[in-house]
């Protein structure tokens, strides 16, 4: 350490041997392995790529369905749309702590030159966490306030809606402001020869960490209360329901986390590569389960509505009627030739139900009356959700 802080003495050929060496000194008996060390890389990336296309996957049919058959494009939309640029740009980040430092490589077997990058990337991602995560609820929020909240009505979710979105705002400004003057100037993080001031950084993770799963909580438990009063099959409402707790999962790695965090040795106090790599993996795993939980409900119309989605229902529809052709004690059925189209069809014919017509296939929810739900401060979720 103390040859670190007399850098800027040393001369050029000693400081390229500096920057070419360990970035800490190895416990006694450990030899550095600055060549090939081992790493869990390949595992990091399988983590990465999968969240990275889940979420990319959800949020295509999700902006598909807003902008092309609903036509209708909100203010969450937008957020939506700048929480998916910084998750993209966060999933960057950690692509390129692979590459510069690796995930659990002691830090002993990386370069200083390459520790470098890793604590520049390392900022990078505490800002770009902030700010996925800051605009992700902000867009979750203002959506179950459109779809739960009749419009013009101020209800309990309607302020308890608007409070979590004020102290969301306030959490991570600060948690952003924070990490951008960890220290002062900031270039004293990467470089120690630097006088700097700065911030307990350990202790701004921390707070974030408790405060940002606190609201979690709130925000997972405010869609339930509603959705369990609504007049509808109890199937259906807990099909509902387990669509919105895909936050849960959010909340789980966000448990995780924090015992990680309190044991990691932060830089100059220890091996601080090592440990921010289970750090990272978790952090990102709870970042795309809360994309998930805002693109999710909009998945299925998005689906149904494109290219892909029609031919594949067409398919499973078509393996359907010729079931009902093969399958014994079902109503009888003929094929009625459509001789101006030199087409098919399949008709199944019931004079006691439909009169001699052909048989009708009716949506599953137009076969159930709706009931009014605004007594409870929600209509039904699909006459009001995202699609």
């Known amino acids: 350490m103390d040859i670190i802080k007399q850098f800027p003495q040393l001369s050029p050929e000693a400081r390229a041997n500096l920057m070419e060496g360990p970035s800490m000194a190895p416990p006694p008996g450990v030899r550095s392995n600055l060549v090939n060390p081992v790493n869990s890389n390949s595992m990091a990336i399988v983590v990465l790529s999968t969240c990275l296309c889940l979420s990319s996957i959800t949020h295509a049919f999700r902006v598909y369905c807003r902008a092309m058959v609903i036509r209708v494009w909100r203010t969450e939309d937008y957020l939506g749309v700048l929480a998916f640029l910084c998750y993209v740009g966060f999933a960057v980040t950690l692509f390129l702590h692979a590459h510069y430092g690796g995930y659990l490589v002691h830090q002993w077997d990386i370069r200083l030159r390459f520790y470098q990058k890793v604590i520049q990337v390392c900022m990078a991602y505490s800002l770009l966490f902030g700010f996925t995560m800051l605009f992700a609820k902000l867009a979750i929020l203002l959506e179950w306030k459109h779809i739960f909240v009749p419009e013009g009505r101020r209800s309990h979710f309607f302020w308890t809606s608007w409070s979590l979105i004020v102290l969301n705002i306030i959490l991570f400004s600060m948690s952003i402001m924070a990490e951008s003057f960890t220290c002062v100037p900031l270039r004293a993080l990467w470089e120690p020869w630097v006088n700097g001031r700065c911030l307990d950084k350990k202790a701004i993770d921390l707070a974030t960490a408790y405060l940002n799963l606190f609201i979690d909580m709130f925000i997972l438990a405010l869609p339930q209360t509603v959705i369990w009063k609504l007049q509808i099959v109890r199937n259906k409402k807990a099909s509902i329901a387990a669509i919105f707790s895909i936050g849960g999962l959010s909340i789980l790695c966000a448990i995780i986390k924090i015992p990680f965090i309190h044991l990691l040795k932060y830089t100059g106090e220890g091996d601080t590569a090592y440990g921010i790599s289970r750090i990272y993996l978790l952090t990102f795993t709870e970042t795309t389960f809360a994309m998930l939980v805002f693109t999710v409900p909009a998945v299925p119309k998005g689906f149904s509505e ?54 009708q296939f009716v949506p599953l929810e137009s076969r159930f009356p709706q009931e009014d739900n605004t007594k409870h401060g929600a209509e039904t979720w699909w006459n009001r959700s995202p699609c």
């Open 306 to 359: 494109s290219c892909f989605g029609r031919h594949i229902m067409r398919s499973v529809r078509s393996c359907r009627r010729i079931g009902l052709l093969t399958k014994p004690g079902r109503t009888p059925t003929r094929i009625v030739s459509m001789e101006s189209t030199g087409r098919t069809r399949l008709q199944r014919l019931t004079d006691k139900e439909y009169g001699g017509h052909g048989a």
